[in-house]
């Protein structure tokens, strides 16, 4: 896939086949997470993978998708749901500060995923006192946030803003439509 094509069509997925995701691209996906850029190359992250069903169904009941849908339309339902989970992990510790470590890590890790077919969704509106407790982290780490994972069953395109409403929704097929402000609204030259 030619660049801009793959962060054109990297889209939040929020559907899924109930498709195995390979060793391999679980691989992929961590291991572009560990290529990503950090503050100071102190790299703060790290990484719980959840795969198995029992766990990512676990997780799943701790999460709430898709907030500008009512439920029946955002939440996936019991045929829908990801097959995989990664949480990422802040090492405060390390670095207290690391949003933007967070920020490039889940970028490269959606990306790497969305170039073998792979759709994901970022999610932070989780029980994360609960999912944190279930990770076993300690006082030294925070939960950032889980990522879902999973081939997409719908699709997601992208349409200029209308009016000013950014908030995306399903068309007509169940696909989600994501408005995006044009170039020149978020741009200024100097």
């Known amino acids: 896939m030619e660049l801009m094509e793959l962060l054109e069509g990297r889209r939040t997925y929020r559907r899924f086949y109930q498709k195995e995701i390979s060793e391999e691209i679980i691989g992929e996906i961590l291991r572009a997470a560990r290529l990503s850029s950090s503050a100071a190359n102190k790299q703060p ?44 992990v802040e090492n405060l510790n390390i670095n207290p500060d690391c949003d933007t ?21 970022i999610i932070g509106a989780c029980n994360k006192p609960r ?17 879902a994972f999973g081939y997409p069953s719908h699709k997601s395109r992208i349409e200029e803003v209308k009016d000013g409403d ?21 741009v200024t030259y100097m």
């Open 166 to 186: 950014i908030r995306y929704y399903l068309d007509e097929n169940r696909d989600y439509v994501v408005p995006k402000r044009q170039l020149e609204d978020v």
């Open 45 to 88: 992250l790290s990484y719980v993978v959840i795969r198995s069903a029992d766990k990512v169904n676990q997780v799943f009941d701790c999460t709430r998708w898709a907030g500008y849908l009512k439920p029946e339309d955002g939440q996936p339902g019991e045929d829908e749901k990801p097959v995989l989970f990664i949480a990422v």
């Open 131 to 147: 999912l944190s407790e279930m990770f076993g982290l300690t006082e030294e780490q925070k939960l950032h946030t889980v990522v």
């Open 101 to 121: 470590d967070a920020g490039l890590a889940i970028a490269n890790m959606t990306l790497a995923a969305w170039n073998r077919g792979v759709g994901s969704c």
